[in-house]
């Protein structure tokens, strides 16, 4: 038990400050660097990210073409599909 309040009070601040986001539509963008064209591989063609997928926000970049946000896609189930990628702030409502 003991062991149980350990773990959540060292992992409660870490998933406290993290700033999550979901996709306004399915047109979102999952972007290999921050660029607008730079699609991710994976990201390419006929795959696209549905409203239930979600972004954890690990940190954020801006040039003349937009805000983003770099951080982790996560599936619907809650898995991480791909670490350190980017997005469009205005493609996504973040928390």
């Known amino acids: 038990m003991k062991y149980a309040i350990l773990i959540a009070a060292l992992v409660a601040p870490s998933v406290a400050s993290a700033e999550t986001c979901y996709p306004k539509d399915n047109s979102a963008r999952i972007l290999s660097s921050a660029s607008p064209n730079d ?3 994976d990201w390419r063609g006929d795959s696209y990210v549905g409203t239930s997928w ?12 937009g805000k983003y946000l ?9 898995g ?4 350190d ?3 469009l702030r205005k493609e996504w409502s973040c928390e």
């Open 70 to 78: 770099r951080g982790n896609l996560m599936s619907p189930r809650g």
């Open 80 to 83: 991480l599909v791909n670490a």
């Open 85 to 87: 990628v980017y997005i």
């Open 39 to 41: 699609i991710h591989p």
């Open 54 to 65: 979600s972004f954890v926000v690990h940190g954020k970049a801006e040039d003349g073409t």
